[in-house]
């Protein structure tokens, strides 16, 4: 029910984002990245990093990674920035944002519930919640940074975890771009490479699913393990 929900709510976010037009201003802003040759890598990564960082819903960058970048260096390109972007809020978090914020963090018994108890679970806390839809993975970067957790565990914990759903997003946009050629006449799909598209979407989605799914089983464990303790 949880991934029907997130894909809902994406549908909606992008019909929004349609209606409103900003989607054919990122959609330059992409293609104006694409056309600089060698650095177009690089400043992808860059804009993934301040997408992160100013909380600005992602998934038309990482669906257009796919179609400026193709399938494997959009993936690469997008976990990349994620990744950095969610190191910088951390460590903006935890060395910025001084005592006070700290504070808060510790003067909440749930939020301290995690600090103290989830802690020694590292990066595999991290990880699993970067696996279930609706985690608010964008503000959780700024909270980690607030609590025990280590940058090492933070950083492998969230490069491990955003793969799953950055292969999905950035899957899309490749199918698209193919898609985009075919309609334009400059190539035509045999029936078998139509099988391979739609064969490989279901894998895709289904891994996606199962991942999820187990995800959330592993962290209501670890959530109702420490449940005794909070406060």
């Known amino acids: 029910m949880g991934m029907v929900l997130s894909i809902l709510f994406v549908l909606l976010v992008l019909g929004l984002v349609f209606l409103s037009g900003v989607d054919e201003r990122i959609t330059a802003l992409l293609v104006w990245i694409e056309q600089q040759g060698p650095w177009a890598g690089i400043l ?75 802690v020694p679970e590292g990066w595999k806390i991290i990880m699993l919640t970067r696996l279930v ?59 078998l490479q139509w099988a391979l598209y739609g064969s490989g979407f279901i894998v895709v989605v289904v891994l996606v699913l199962y991942i999820n799914r187990l995800a959330r089983r592993a962290l209501a464990r670890y959530t109702d393990d420490t449940e005794p303790g909070e406060v």
């Open 133 to 191: 839809p609706f985690f608010p993975f964008k503000v959780s970067n700024y909270f980690f940074g607030l609590t025990g957790f280590s940058l090492r565990g933070f950083t492998l914990g969230t490069l491990a975890g955003i793969i799953p759903f950055s292969l999905h997003n950035v899957y899309l946009g490749s199918i698209a771009a193919d898609i985009a050629l075919l309609g334009a006449g400059e190539s035509a799909f045999t029936p």
């Open 44 to 118: 992808f990564m860059l804009l993934m990093i301040l997408v992160t960082l100013l909380l600005v819903p992602g998934i038309l960058f990482t669906t257009g990674a796919g179609f400026a970048f193709g399938l494997l260096e959009g993936v690469v390109y997008v976990v990349i920035g994620t990744t950095l972007g969610a190191v910088l809020a951390f460590l903006i978090a935890r060395h910025l944002m001084g005592e006070r914020a700290a504070q808060f963090v510790r003067s909440h018994s749930r939020l301290q519930h995690v600090s103290q108890e989830l």
